[in-house]
């Protein structure tokens, strides 16, 4: 089902929330999962400014009653669940500070390709952007002219992503995989065509040069 808000900007977009869905699940009663209290779409009610969080995104939204903070509570608590709509909010607000988030975490961020920058976004939601940041040779790469797609796909393989969201993470790497493949052919062509044009700049010379030849003879 879709989760994607319905303004999305793209089919990219869509399958980022819908990815994401797949990976951790659609819960409108919370649950627990590795030790952790959560609702919705992985929303964390552990967090630190998870209530403050809660509050500020459905304090005006229907279902939630007069005292939003008694509501955190009672979900919290397993008492009451969330609407659709709670939590379609919850996780709008969630992934647009994650993407704020990645959007720091490299100076090329906004000339990534969209499957890059959304798999850094589900890197964000994860781990946190400090933990993010600390991945070696994620930022390295992507901070490069030309980053090395090989490199990040590496980086993110051994990060804790990739044992948080597996499929997620293994999404991410054929992703990458495939911009690799893109790169390489666009080089090889660059090449060729580059050979092609040497040649022909030098084939005049060529010609120029056979009557001088001929009429040394």
Same mark, same amino acid.
């Given at each position: @089902?879709?989760?994607?808000?319905?303004?999305?900007?793209?089919?990219?977009?869509?399958?980022?929330?819908?990815?994401? !869905?797949?990976?951790?699940?659609?819960?409108? &009663? @919370?649950?627990?999962?590795?030790?952790?209290? =959560?609702?919705?779409? +992985?929303?964390?009610?552990?967090?630190? %400014?998870?209530?403050?969080?809660? !509050?500020?995104?459905?304090?005006? =939204?229907?279902?939630?009653?007069?005292?939003?903070?008694?509501?955190?509570?009672?979900?919290?608590?397993?008492?009451?669940?969330?609407?659709?709509?709670? !939590?379609?909010?919850? &996780?709008?607000?969630?992934?647009?500070?994650?993407?704020?988030?990645? $959007?720091?975490?490299?100076?090329?961020?906004?000339?990534?390709?969209?499957?890059?920058? %959304?798999?850094?976004?589900? !890197?964000?939601?994860? =781990?946190?952007?400090?933990?993010?940041?600390?991945?070696? +040779? &994620?930022?390295?790469?992507?901070?490069?002219?030309?980053?090395?797609?090989?490199?990040?796909?590496?980086?993110?393989?051994?990060?804790?992503?990739?044992?948080?969201?597996?499929? &997620?993470?293994?999404?991410?790497?054929? %992703?990458?995989?495939?911009?690799?493949?893109?790169?390489?052919?666009?080089?090889?062509?660059?090449? $060729?065509?580059?050979?092609?044009?040497?040649?022909?700049?030098?084939?005049?010379?060529?010609?120029?040069?056979?009557?001088?030849?001929?009429?040394?003879?």
């Amino acid at each position: @089902s879709r989760i994607a808000p319905a303004d999305a900007e793209d089919a990219s977009e869509v399958e980022f929330y819908n990815s994401r !869905m797949r990976e951790k699940g659609a819960y409108l &009663l @919370s649950y627990t999962r590795n030790g952790k209290n =959560m609702v919705g779409v +992985g929303f964390d009610l552990d967090a630190p %400014n998870a209530k403050q969080r809660f !509050m500020d995104t459905l304090k005006d =939204m229907a279902g939630v009653g007069n005292d939003v903070e008694q509501f955190f509570d009672e979900v919290f608590n397993g008492d009451k669940p969330l609407l659709k709509s709670h !939590m379609d909010a919850l &996780l709008q607000a969630d992934v647009a500070q994650a993407k704020s988030d990645a $959007a720091t975490l490299t100076k090329n961020y906004h000339a990534l390709p969209k499957r890059v920058s %959304n798999a850094l976004t589900h !890197m964000v939601l994860d =781990m946190g952007v400090k933990a993010v940041r600390g991945v070696e +040779g &994620l930022i390295e790469s992507l901070d490069k002219p030309n980053p090395n797609w090989s490199a990040t796909s590496l980086a993110i393989q051994n990060s804790e992503f990739s044992k948080s969201s597996p499929s &997620l993470s293994q999404l991410a790497v054929e %992703n990458l995989a495939n911009i690799q493949k893109q790169v390489d052919k666009r080089r090889q062509e660059s090449g $060729a065509a580059a050979a092609d044009k040497a040649a022909a700049d030098k084939a005049p010379e060529v010609a120029d040069k056979a009557p001088e030849v001929a009429d040394k003879a």
